[in-house]
């Protein structure tokens, strides 16, 4: 497979369910991202890893818990959602800077449906 | 902060014809990257064309052209000859030079009519 991939591309969990979100780039990034892209909303950006380490947490609340193995996988741990969390997960990834005027164009994966119930 | 403003929610234009999409942003930065990305419906999205702020010259990818006015805060997109295939949803997006959030606009719903 090319690009960025993500699995499962639609997901229905319960309020007290544990359920994760994958991603997997094949582009040889070495930073990965995660966006929610609610209905009507513009994207927001969750987290940013870099080389593994994570480097930005955009004030995401703890039932949401990313983990970056590696530089190629991306998982998004799912504990205790509400309702108001059911959205489209995306996934992206990126060279990663290299300094100024480095484009660091972001590549999306297809993303993870997500409804709780 | 930086935001990002798409005015039009529903676009429309009648194949081969042209359109065009209209982005505002507000940043206090003089450095930084603008971003035209394309969503078709259930599919994965893609990066349409990309300007650096630096650059004075509007970047253009085939049928894709952007209208950069740095002064003006605008950025709008150009398609020209559209065809049924560029029905998407467009986001425009900022990015801050070093920086790797993108802030998003709200996204402009594009229709091609046959």
């Known amino acids: 497979e090319t690009g960025v991939t993500q699995t499962p591309r639609h997901l229905v969990m319960g309020m007290t369910n544990k359920k994760s979100l994958k991603c997997e780039q094949h582009?040889?990034?070495?930073?990965m991202y995660w966006y929610k892209q609610s209905a009507k909303k513009p994207l927001e950006l969750m987290f940013v890893y870099n080389f593994k380490e994570q480097t930005e947490n955009n004030s995401v609340p703890s039932r949401f818990s990313p983990e970056c193995p590696n530089s190629s996988h991306l998982f998004l741990h799912l504990h205790t959602l509400q309702p108001e969390d059911s959205a489209l997960y995306l996934c992206?990834?990126?060279?990663?800077?290299?300094?100024?005027?480095?484009?660091?164009?972001?590549?999306f994966g297809p993303g993870t449906r997500l409804t709780v119930l | 902060a930086q935001t990002v403003t798409q005015s039009q929610p529903e676009m429309s234009v009648q194949e081969a014809e042209t359109v065009t999409l209209s982005c505002t942003y507000d940043t206090s930065e003089s450095d930084y990257y603008l971003f035209w990305y394309k969503q078709p419906p259930s599919r994965q999205m893609i990066l349409v064309i990309r300007?650096?702020?630096?650059?004075?010259q509007n970047a253009t990818e085939n049928r894709f052209s952007v209208n950069f006015q740095k002064a003006a805060k605008s950025f709008s997109l150009k398609i020209s000859d559209s065809q049924l295939g560029d029905a998407a949803m467009y986001f425009c997006a900022y990015r801050s030079e070093g920086a790797q959030k993108l802030v998003f606009g709200q996204g402009t719903r594009l229709t091609i009519n046959p």
């Open positions: 300007q650096e702020a630096y650059k004075q």
């Open positions: 992206a990834s990126s060279p990663s800077p290299r300094g100024p005027h480095s484009t660091d164009t972001q590549y």
């Open positions: 582009l040889g990034h070495n930073a």
